[in-house]
T-cell receptor, first 113, second 113 residues
């Protein structure tokens, strides 16, 4: 099956700093990737749809200036959490879709001190 | 718009008991549905898709158009089945670069010894 990787797998940062998370499709091209957020023991929350070569589409309530998404190539999307605060601490998951099912990355655990 | 609903947030059964995780859908076209599973400390992965009518790890799911349901069933639950289960529609472009993607809220299955 298709493989999606994320880097880093975990990151700890100070409040006010920015953190970049990468999502890569390793063996297929993905014009579209999705970014999710997951709190402990809760469901996935779709944050945004990342489109290669164009602007990301954000879900209602997600601040686009806070969560910057760049999809510069067919195999890479990045999510940058800008001026991170403790409430941004969460598990961030990306997925990519070569057809109509999703393949998920392993997730990135972000802890903001 | 495609929408799926998982009415149960938590489900607890004993080992060896039958288990059914509910999923209902509202669709404007021919439904194509998936079940994803997230085991503890692992990434989300596809469990099964209705179109292939396969059985994975003893789980099956039948599309019931009359009841608009796609419930996930297993006759004898095992402890290793404990996980979060998500019902989801396929990834389909609704127009332009926008996707309509509505995961179910997920059901946390606990299989007790």
């Amino acid at each position: 099956g298709a493989v999606v990787s994320q880097h880093p797998s975990w990151v700890i940062c100070k409040s006010g700093t920015s953190v970049k998370i990468e999502c890569r499709s390793l063996d297929f091209q993905a014009t579209t990737m999705f970014w999710y957020r997951q709190f402990p023991k809760q469901s996935l929350m779709l944050m945004a749809t990342s489109n290669e070569g164009s602007k990301a589409t954000y879900e209602q309530g997600v601040e686009k200036d806070k969560f910057l998404i760049n999809h510069a190539s067919l195999t890479l999307s990045t999510l940058t959490v800008t001026s991170a605060h403790p409430e941004d601490s969460s598990f961030y998951i990306c997925s990519a879709t070569p057809h109509n099912e999703q393949f998920f990355g392993p997730g990135t655990r972000l802890t903001v001190l | 718009a495609q929408r799926v609903t998982q009415p149960e947030k938590l489900l607890s059964v004993f080992k060896g008991a039958p288990v059914e995780l509910k999923c209902n859908y509202s669709y404007s076209g021919s439904p194509e549905l998936f079940w994803y599973v997230q085991y503890s400390r692992q990434r989300l992965q596809l469990l099964l898709r209705h179109i292939s009518r396969e059985s994975i790890k003893g789980f099956t799911a039948d599309l019931n158009k009359g009841e608009t349901s796609f419930h996930l069933k297993k006759p004898f639950a095992q402890e290793e089945d404990s996980a979060m289960y998500y019902c989801a529609p396929p990834v389909i472009k609704s127009g332009g670069s926008n996707y309509k993607l509505t995961f179910g809220k997920g059901t946390l299955l606990t299989v007790n010894p």
